[in-house]
């Protein structure tokens, strides 16, 4: 694969909304992830020899959120006011913080409102600060993990009574 396919591939996952392509072929793997509007980010690897046995471990982690992401066979959970309640889900493994800083107010709590641009909360990967939108409108109605724990990919991280 040239640069051009891959810029092809970034302009398509842009044109579509996706926020991850993955492909590998002939020994040649490209994994592109794009966190919402920014710019994506390119992982391009073509395995050696002695890495052979260190690369799959990175690839695996991955397969067991397919499990939580076919969980929902269960019914919707209901609100009192007997709207559906919609999962606001973590896009990414990592460290889940309710606020910017341990003394910070929350970016959002129980009976709080959100639109699609309300950053909710952030995810750290890797020391890096992933702040995590609404990305849908309605009130939150409930919190479901405790400040400062580990999340998985598509693990819910909120329930939101749409408007």
Known sequence: MDIEQIKTVIELMKSNELCEFEMEEEGFRIAIKRRNAAEPQVIVSAPAAPMVMAAPAPVAAPAPASAPAAAPAAAAPVSESGKKLVEIKSPI???????????????????????????????????????????????????????????????????????
């Open 93 to 163: 493994v990592g460290t889940f913080y309710r606020s910017a800083s341990p003394d910070a107010e929350p970016f959002t709590g129980v009976g709080a409102h959100v639109d699609a641009e309300t950053t909710v909360c952030i995810v750290e990967a890797m020391k890096v600060m992933n702040e995590i939108k609404a990305e849908l409108k309605g009130t939150v109605r409930k919190v479901l993990v405790e400040n400062a724990t580990p999340v998985q990919f598509g693990q819910p991280l909120f329930l939101v009574e749409l408007d």
